[in-house]
């Protein structure tokens, strides 16, 4: 599935043998061939079905709670019953061998770079796992006596729990950004691997390796909207090009 250049996955692979810091910024591409859709892709991506702003933000949720909250039910199920895939795993092997040289970030919230053994990840987008109340939480909210067919609620004032993931319009952890701004900056070598490149501030995460002087290399079988960033393309998957990459 791979239509990168031989010659051109070995000139990459070089520089990141040679890097003192290599930057990796994942996307849902990552994980589409562990079975987990994308977002954006024509017919596969949850969007050929849903538009954004209905499923992934405030005003979704509160517009629509049940229909948002089974959306999320049918994911964390559907995470739960797939594996990791060869990427995350060429993803996880290189960070144990030089643990002070990469700085792994995904917008993910699917845990799969964790379960193939990364130890350090830094998730701009939360995790599909967790919940957290939608509203401050009052003396009366208490997650144990929550409705729990239909999403649930408080008995108490009526306050939801939501997932804990980063909807549209809403802050990215601030720590996790930073460090990956910062990572961004210090780096030599940025792979961005399986993003549209469309969502900020993740995809400016590359802006700023480029404009630091790093090498930035997308990976994707599709063209991004940060083609014009980067120094090389590698066409192909995940799967197929990572464990040639990084070695
Ligand atoms: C393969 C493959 C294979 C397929 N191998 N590849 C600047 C300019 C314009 C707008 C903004 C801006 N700054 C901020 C904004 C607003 C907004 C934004 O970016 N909008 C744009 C869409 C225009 N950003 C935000 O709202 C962010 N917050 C923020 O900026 O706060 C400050 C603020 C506050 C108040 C007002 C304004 C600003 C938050 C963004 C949160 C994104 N959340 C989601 C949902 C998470 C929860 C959930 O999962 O339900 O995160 S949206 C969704 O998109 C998800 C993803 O992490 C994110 C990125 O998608 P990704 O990973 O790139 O997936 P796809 O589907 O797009 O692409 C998949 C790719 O894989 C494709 O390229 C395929 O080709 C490829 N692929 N198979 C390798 N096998």
Redesign the pocket.
């Known amino acids: 599935p791979s239509h990168a250049s031989a010659f051109d996955i070995a000139l990459v692979a070089q520089w990141i043998a040679d890097a003192r810091h290599l930057l990796v910024l994942t ?4 994980s ?2 562990s079975g987990v859709p ?4 024509a017919q596969t ?1 949850f969007w050929a079905q849903f538009s ?1 702003e209905d ?2 933000s405030e005003a979704g949720y509160l517009a629509h709670p049940q229909r948002v909250w089974d959306w ?1 039910q049918y ?1 964390r199920r559907l995470v739960s019953e797939v594996a990791p895939n060869a ?1 995350h795993f060429a993803l996880a092997q290189w960070q144990a061998q030089h643990p002070e040289r990469l700085t792994l970030v995904t ?3 699917d845990g799969l770079h964790q379960r193939a053994g990364s130890s350090t990840v830094l998730c701009l ?2 995790n ?1 796992m967790e919940n957290r109340w939608l509203l401050p939480p009052k003396p009366c909210c208490d997650m144990r006596f929550t409705e729990d067919d239909g999403p649930p609620q408080c008995p108490g004032c009526g306050n939801y729990l939501r ?1 804990a ?8 952890p601030h720590a996790e950004l930073q460090q990956a701004q910062d990572a961004a900056k210090g780096c030599d070598v940025m792979l961005v ?11 400016g995460l590359a802006h700023i390796a480029a404009r630091g002087g790093a090498r930035v290399v997308i ?4 063209a ?1 909207g940060l083609d014009q960033v980067a120094d090389m393309r590698l066409q ?4 197929d090009l990572l464990p040639q990459l990084l070695k």
């Not at 691997?193 to 995809?203: E, I, K």
């Open positions: 996307g849902a591409g990552v589409a061939e994308t977002f954006r892709d991506g954004p499923m992934a999320y994911r990427g917008q993910n919230v987008h939360g599909l997932p993931v980063v909807w549209f319009g809403e802050n990215l691997v399986g993003t549209s490149g469309n969502v900020y501030p993740a995809a990976i994707n079988p599709q991004t192909g998957t995940s799967a």
